[in-house]
């Protein structure tokens, strides 16, 4: 298994070429969210039908790149909210609270075209319009992401970013959400309980961010080795003989290639678990406390 059932990458890829969903124009989308017009006609498809390899490789430019931009990322303390906008797309994360349950939840729009992203990201008021634009059903991706998740986003923003404290704010937050739901009456003193272990988890940590994984795949495909000889290197990556499921397998992982959900609609890793952070630092010859493990 890939990664934890709750995070956003569970499900597994479908094979090449068959059943992606188009990936919204920003450009397109930032306007049209004003408008109020349908999303039939700015959705192109990113990703090259039948070509996983070919699109793999240009996302991998857009996020290790020579060119990859830091992330952009704002948190609001009152809204419970954090936005991130780097070369991988735009993400909102949102920390629900409710009578009998609560937890954060992922927007996400992954690789769309990359003028829109530096268009929003060149605006003093990026962080609202990517705001608006996660929010709109049609362009994003929404699931329930562990605190762990959205620690791991804070915490690479925090290092090569614009966040101060990232991580340690997505806990304090968390936390204090947490407090006031034990407060609040049986229901959700127990969604509160809950939360406060999330945050013991993902403090150990639960979850990695993915940028340095994806540098390094960058600076050993630059030195000419082959993406199935690198996921050779560990004995827990895959013992499939196709070595293109394999390579397919590695690009899943490392968020460069989409996986399939329940309702057919393709997701990209941002993040990956400790477990299998520890197999793609294997196969990319890193240290593991080289990516916070």
């Known amino acids: ?143 329930r992401v562990p605190v762990g998740v959205v620690a791991a986003e804070a915490r690479v923003a925090a290092e090569v970013g614009d966040l101060e404290d990232g991580e340690e704010a997505v806990y304090r937050l968390t936390e204090a959400a947490a407090a006031m739901l034990q407060v609040s009456g049986k229901e959700a003193a127990k969604a509160g309980r809950a939360l406060m272990e999330g945050v013991g988890r993902a403090r150990r940590p639960s979850h990695v961010p993915l940028r340095r994984l994806q540098e390094a795949l960058a600076e050993e495909l630059a030195l000419g080795r082959s993406p199935a000889a690198l996921c050779s290197r560990s004995p827990g990556f895959s013992d499939s003989p196709d070595e293109g499921a394999v390579v397919s397998l590695l690009y899943r992982r490392l968020g460069l290639q989409g996986t399939l959900d329940t309702h057919g609609r393709r997701r990209h890793a941002r993040v990956a678990t400790a477990e299998i952070a520890v197999v793609l630092s294997e196969a990319l010859d890193l240290a593991p406390e080289e990516v916070g493990l």
């Open 1 to 143: 298994m890939d990664v934890m059932p709750r995070t956003c990458e569970a499900a597994r890829a479908a094979p090449a070429g068959g059943g992606a969903t188009g990936t919204p124009s920003v450009q397109g989308a930032s306007a049209m969210s004003e408008t109020g017009e349908t999303t039939a006609t700015v959705m192109p498809d990113v990703e090259a039908p039948g070509d996983p390899d070919g699109s793999s490789l240009e996302h991998l430019a857009r996020v290790a790149g020579p060119g990859a931009p830091p992330p952009l990322a704002r948190l609001r303390v009152r809204e419970r909210d954090l936005v991130i906008c780097d070369g991988a797309g735009i993400a909102l994360y949102t920390l629900t609270l409710g009578a009998r349950s609560a937890g954060w939840e992922q927007r996400a729009i992954s690789y769309p075209a990359a003028a829109g992203v530096r268009a929003i990201a060149e605006r003093p008021d990026w962080d609202r319009r990517a705001r608006r634009l996660c929010r709109h059903p049609d362009l994003s991706r929404a699931c």
